[in-house]
C-alpha cells in the first residue's frame, strides 16, 4: 500500500507536465495562418481601421493591443505574418522573434530590422494643390503652418508647390503670440493655406483665427479631415479606414502565404475627396461639374 501511495505521488507531477503543454499548444493549422495586429486601442482610427479588418480579412486575425499583449504569447509560437498600426504597435511587433513580414502603417521612426514594410500614408500634397490650381489659376503661394518638427515641410509638398510655380511659406507656430504676423500671409487673394494633421495646431487658439483670417480675405483653406472641412476649410483629402483595409487586405493575401515583400516602402494614395460646396460659392469658386464628380463627399 505505502509503494503505491509512493508512485502516485511521484506520478501526479509527471502527468502534469505532460498535460500542461498539450493544453497551451496552438495546433500548428492555426498558426500557420494567423495574422497578429498589434495597436494602441486608446487611438479612435486604429480602432476603426480593426474593427474593418475583421470584417474583411479572409485569414484568422488575432487583435494584439499593446496594453493587453504579454510576452508569453508573443513568444508562444510563430504567426503567419504581422500587422503594427503607429510608433507603439510596432515597437511591439518587434519584440518578436519570429522571422515573419511585419506590415507597419503611421510610423514616423522606421527601424533597420528587415521585417518591416513600411505602409507609407503621407498627405496627398500634390492632389491638394493640383485641385488648388483648378479651383484658383492664379494662385502664386502656399503658407502651410505647423508646430511639432515632425509635420515640417516634407519634400514632396516642396517639389509639389515647385512644380507647380508656387512659393511655399512655412511658419513654424509654437508660440501663438507669432500668429498673428504670420496670419499676414492671408492678404492677398492668390495665397491658399495647407493645413498639416498637426495636433500642435489643431486648438481653437490657432485654427479659428486662420479660418477667420482666410474668410475676410477670401482664400483657400486645405484641410486633412471631414471636420476640418466643417471648420471652414474649401476641401480635404480624407483617409478612410475601409480603404486604407482594403489596401492592408491585399498585401496581407500577396504576402500571407510566405512570398517575401519587394522593397520596404509601399505609398498608399487612396483619399477620399470631401468638398465644402457651401465655403467654395461664398469665395466665388463654385467648383466644376469635373471637381465634384472627383468627390466623395460634399458640405
Excluded at 487658439?205 to 477667420?212: K, Q
Excluded at 474668410?215 to 476649410?233: C, H, L, M, N, P
Aim: hydrophobic share 45%.
Amino acid at each position: 500500500m505505502n509503494h503505491t501511495r509512493f508512485s502516485l505521488r511521484r506520478l501526479v507531477p509527471a502527468l502534469f507536465l505532460l498535460i500542461i503543454p498539450a493544453l497551451t499548444a496552438v495546433p500548428p493549422c492555426l498558426a500557420e495562418t494567423e495574422i497578429w495586429a498589434f495597436y494602441r486601442s486608446d487611438i479612435p482610427l486604429y480602432i476603426a481601421v480593426m474593427k474593418q479588418l475583421e470584417a474583411h480579412l479572409k485569414r484568422q486575425l488575432v487583435s494584439c493591443p499593446i496594453e493587453k499583449t504579454s510576452s508569453s504569447f508573443i513568444d508562444s509560437h510563430s504567426p503567419k505574418m504581422a500587422i503594427a498600426l503607429g510608433d507603439a504597435g510596432l515597437k511591439r511587433a518587434l519584440t518578436m522573434t519570429w522571422n515573419v513580414p511585419i506590415l507597419a502603417a503611421f510610423v514616423d521612426e522606421l527601424p533597420a530590422d528587415t521585417r518591416v514594410v513600411d505602409i507609407d500614408v503621407p498627405q496627398p500634397h500634390q492632389r491638394q494643390i493640383e485641385l488648388l490650381m483648378k479651383l484658383r489659376p492664379d494662385l502664386k503661394t502656399i503658407w502651410y503652418p505647423f508646430a511639432g518638427e515632425a509635420f515640417a515641410p516634407t519634400p514632396a509638398l516642396t517639389r509639389a508647390a515647385a512644380t507647380a510655380g508656387l512659393k511655399l511659406v512655412a511658419d513654424r507656430l509654437q508660440d501663438p503670440r507669432v500668429l498673428p504676423r504670420a496670419l499676414r500671409v492671408l492678404d492677398n487673394q492668390t495665397t491658399a493655406t495647407i493645413l498639416p494633421p498637426d495636433p500642435g495646431i489643431m486648438n481653437d487658439a490657432i485654427i479659428s483665427p486662420v479660418m477667420l483670417a482666410a474668410f475676410r480675405s477670401q482664400t483657400v483653406v486645405v484641410g486633412f479631415s471631414e471636420g476640418i472641412a466643417k471648420q471652414g476649410a474649401a476641401f480635404a483629402y480624407v483617409l478612410n479606414p475601409h480603404r486604407l483595409v482594403d489596401f492592408l487586405v491585399d498585401h496581407v493575401e500577396a504576402y500571407g502565404d510566405g512570398n517575401r515583400p519587394r522593397g520596404h516602402d509601399i505609398p498608399f494614395d487612396n483619399w477620399d475627396l470631401i468638398l465644402n460646396v457651401t465655403i467654395l460659392d461664398k469665395l466665388q469658386l463654385s467648383p466644376s461639374a469635373e471637381i465634384r464628380n472627383l468627390a466623395t463627399k460634399e458640405l
